[in-house]
Antibody, heavy 120, light 110 residues
Framework: EVQLVESGGGLVQPGGSLRLSCAAS????????MNWVRQAPGKGLEWVSY????????YYADSVKGRFTISRGNAENSVYLQMSSLRDEDTAVYYC?????????????WGQGTLVTVSS | QSALTQPPSASGSPGQSVTISCTGT?????????VSWYQQHPGKAPKLMIY???KRPSGVPDRVSGSKSGNTASLTVSGLQAEDEADYYC??????????FGGGTKLTVL
């Protein structure tokens, strides 16, 4: 069974940094690209970032470009999201999601999410 | 403001069909056949229901279907059941390695 478990969320001040982790199990992690998607409280979904299976391709939403960095450790079966220069509008539940084999932009398995709150 | 436009709510009685629309532009829905739909129950993670406009992942019932015409995609749920009550989000590839979502539609089974 595919499992994705996010961690690392919490309360951080504006301008601060936070690193999210997503531990994967139940599939060959090194064969799949991974995404991060966020959802502000009571709002819709927003795609954040993608990293390919071999780490040689990364994409970012314009809203986080230059502030967030996605990475992965295939030996650790984990994907990470380093967030810096955090703003109030980054407050959201952050989900990691596995890409579908038909396209990196289809997300076929999701974790339960970790809440990031940016507030002074 | 979301990139794709969905009605905030939709409803139907058990056994009926309901269709949810998702309107974009020629830069996203109209430009690619890369539309997907997700179901999200309260407090839960989203679930992929449709990809590539009309394909269903294994485990999704065939009473769920998707289509596209021009810049508008649609999700139809037939034979409504209580368990279908949830939020539904459309998504599309938007070029330049970007993905956009709709604002979501709350489906109520009356």
């Amino acid at each position: 069974e595919v499992q994705l478990v996010e961690s690392g969320g919490g309360l951080v001040q504006p301008g601060g940094s936070l690193r999210l982790s997503c531990a994967a199990s139940g599939f060959t992690f090194s064969s799949y690209g991974m995404n991060w998607v966020r959802q502000a409280p009571g709002k819709g979904l927003e795609w954040v970032s993608y990293i390919s299976d071999s780490r040689n391709t990364m994409y970012y939403a314009d809203s986080v470009k230059g502030r967030f960095t996605i990475s992965r450790g295939n030996a650790e079966n984990s994907v990470y999201l380093q967030m810096s220069s955090l703003r109030d509008e980054d407050t959201a539940v952050y989900y990691c999601a596995r890409r579908h084999y038909n396209g990196w932009f289809y997300l076929d398995h999701w974790g339960q999410g970790t809440l990031v709150t940016v507030s002074s | 403001q979301s990139a794709l436009t969905q009605p905030p709510s939709a409803s139907g009685s058990p056994g009926q069909s309901v269709t949810i629309s998702c309107t974009g532009t020629s830069r996203d829905i109209g430009g690619y056949n890369y539309v997907s739909w997700y179901q999200q129950h309260p407090g839960k993670a989203p679930k992929l229901m449709i990809y590539e406009v009309s394909k269903r992942p294994s485990g999704v019932p065939d009473r769920v279907s998707g289509s596209k015409s021009g810049n508008t995609a649609s999700l139809t749920v037939s034979g409504l059941q209580a368990e279908d009550e949830a939020d539904y989000y459309c998504s599309s590839y938007a070029g330049s390695n970007n993905v956009v979502f709709g604002g979501g539609t709350k489906l109520t089974v009356l």
